[in-house]
């Protein structure tokens, strides 16, 4: 079964400064997908960025950008320039594409404080 | 932009009561997915549902649970005799499984409280 782990329960950044969160899993799959959500407060669920196991090239999108290590089953996220509305939690997410369900498996979160 | 909406966005009910929870997903997606969210804890995956049938469900989705999609277009979780460890944040989500989405759409949820 493949798992999610989030290791760092709470961080805090600067506003202006760049944080990494980290992200690992384990599958024994090939073809697969990795998100990152944000979620503030209001609890909703909001799309931060997707990455394709089969791109070698990470993605970004604006101010966020990951690390995908797929030998090393990693992907963290890099926030640069953080903003006082980046506080949230960012939970990690794991889909397979062969499953046939493409259900998620979240890690279990990380709370990140971006400090004025 | 289409999206996913859930109604009540807050239940509260005394427990032993039934709750239905209810979804409407993007109306042309084709997988439909139930997660819930302890306060504090991670979104756990709970039930997805697909051509009309559960397709898989998580050791949390016992015999209280149930899943339907009545008419097309609404999608609801039943939960028959409320528990307190029931009270979560329960999320509905489609998934229309085309190029070029390959994520999950998410409705902003629906908080349960069972006192």
């Known amino acids: 079964a493949q798992t999610v782990t989030q290791s760092q329960p709470e961080m805090s950044v600067q506003e202006a400064e760049t944080v990494t969160l980290s992200c690992t899993y384990d599958t024994s799959e090939s073809n697969y997908y990795l998100f990152w959500y944000k979620q503030p407060p209001s609890r909703q669920m909001i799309l931060v960025i997707r990455q394709e196991a089969y791109k070698q090239q990470n993605a970004t999108e604006n101010r966020f950008s990951v690390n995908f290590q797929k030998a090393a089953k990693s992907f963290s996220l890099k926030i640069s320039d953080s903003q006082l509305g980046d506080t949230a939690m960012y939970f990690c997410?794991?889909?397979?594409?062969?499953?046939?369900?493409?259900?998620?498996?979240f890690g279990t979160g990380t709370r990140l404080k971006v400090l004025a | 932009e289409p999206e996913v909406t859930q109604t009540p966005s807050h239940q509260v009910t005394q427990m032993g009561q039934e709750v239905i929870l209810r979804c409407v997903p993007i109306s042309n997606h084709l997988y439909f997915y139930w997660y819930r969210q302890i306060l504090g804890q991670k979104v756990e995956f709970l039930v997805s549902?697909?051509?009309?049938?559960?397709?898989?469900k998580s050791e949390i989705f016992d015999d209280q649970f149930s899943v339907e999609r009545p008419d097309g277009s609404n999608f609801t979780l039943k939960i028959r005799s409320t528990k307190l460890e029931d009270s979560a944040m329960y999320f509905c989500a489609s998934f229309p499984a085309l190029p070029p989405y390959n994520e999950q759409f998410f409705g902003p949820g629906t908080r349960l409280t069972v006192l």
């Open positions: 997410a794991f889909m397979s594409a062969t499953s046939g369900t493409y259900k998620y498996i």
């Open positions: 549902f697909y051509n009309n049938e559960i397709s898989e």
